[in-house]
């Protein structure tokens, strides 16, 4: 059996640094995931006066947030520069967040809109970055989000940390709550029933903890995909299995791989385990609207298990992968025609019929680190296939290719 590890959890190296930022006393997070998108949260948290030592171990030592001397580079990351609205928004002073091309023209009005009813100033270009956020007192809210969106919670959540009173955020389906369990196991008087999440304001978090960092689902998610297709069974260990992340494991198994989860155990609120693939014929399935917040990110991959599948795959309800780091639906149509794939592009997703004879070819990854490995997985079975700009998996995933040489 083939054993491979995955680089740490994105969202929650995110959220360990931006929360460890308000702590009391210093946050030790183990296990920090260092590439593109994380590191940007961290220079733009030192850019505003917070203390971070890499000890191999990162230490956040909080203290009062200062006003920045430059704009924060967000970079390509969506989750910074959201979440830090929502910090920024409870501190006197000025900041403006900006963003890399692909950043640049992401919505943030949908975070700005609620941080302005709490009482922050925010300007944006026509909703879009450079965000401007002029902070200060904020009243609490309760505010029923527009689309599942784990960011603008997110942001909510932690400008309600500040604000006096109690803050409720209302989600259409549930999204991921990393946000929430963190705070949680941090002791912030937070409570959540079924789509309704309240914090009482203002609210210290002690900080002094150990975070470790399990292994990012979204990156095994290549893996598992990669491993049914290819038919070898791997072993992935330490992998969160957090069940707002894990649709993926759900919609494979209905079409017909079998997966194990191993030796769960649960740490600083998240549940941990090591998954192993053992094969499987796949069918065609159809993706249901509830279940796409459960795996925004692994749509793009679930369209390569598609294309393995007998019969047909629909997904549907997914509107929110055209504003990505790229258009994920026009990417994923766009390029796996080229390969000679059946594939239909809908509004809100695709119909991609399974069986189709393939081919190699030249491929864009449109700069997009989950479009750029979802192809590459391809190129274990297509030798011929060449991906375009793929160095952007240093985003999330920077020995991807490292990774998936291990399955050739
Ligand atoms: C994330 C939430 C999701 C996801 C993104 C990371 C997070 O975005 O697509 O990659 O860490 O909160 P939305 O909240 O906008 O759906």
Known sequence: MIKITVPADKSISHRAAIIGAICKKPLRIRNYLRAGDT???LSCLKELGIGIEDKGEIEITSGELKKPKASLDCGNSGTTMRLLMGLLSAQPFEATLTGDASLSLRPMERVAKP????????????????????????????????????????????????AEGKTIVIEPNICRDHTERMLEALGAPIRKEGLKTEIEGPADLLGGETITVPGDFSSAAFFIVASIIAKKPIEISNVGINPTRTGLLDVLRKMGAEIEIRDERC???EHVADIITKGGNLSGVELKEDLVPLMIDEIPILTIAALFADGRTTIKGAAELRVKESDRIKAMVNELR???ADIEELLDGMVIKGGAKLKGAEVSSYHDHRIAMSLSVLGLLLPDIKVIDSECVNISFPDFFQSLSFLK
């Open 39 to 41: 590191l940007s949260t």
């Open 338 to 340: 080229k390969l000679g």
């Open 115 to 162: 941080l302005k009813i709490m009482g922050a100033r925010i300007t944006t270009n026509k909703g879009r970055p450079p965000v401007t956020v002029i902070g200060g007192r904020l009243s609490p809210i309760s505010y029923e989000l527009p689309v599942p969106s784990a960011q603008i919670k997110s942001a909510i959540l932690l400008a309600g940390l500040f």
């Open 267 to 269: 740490e600083f609120g």
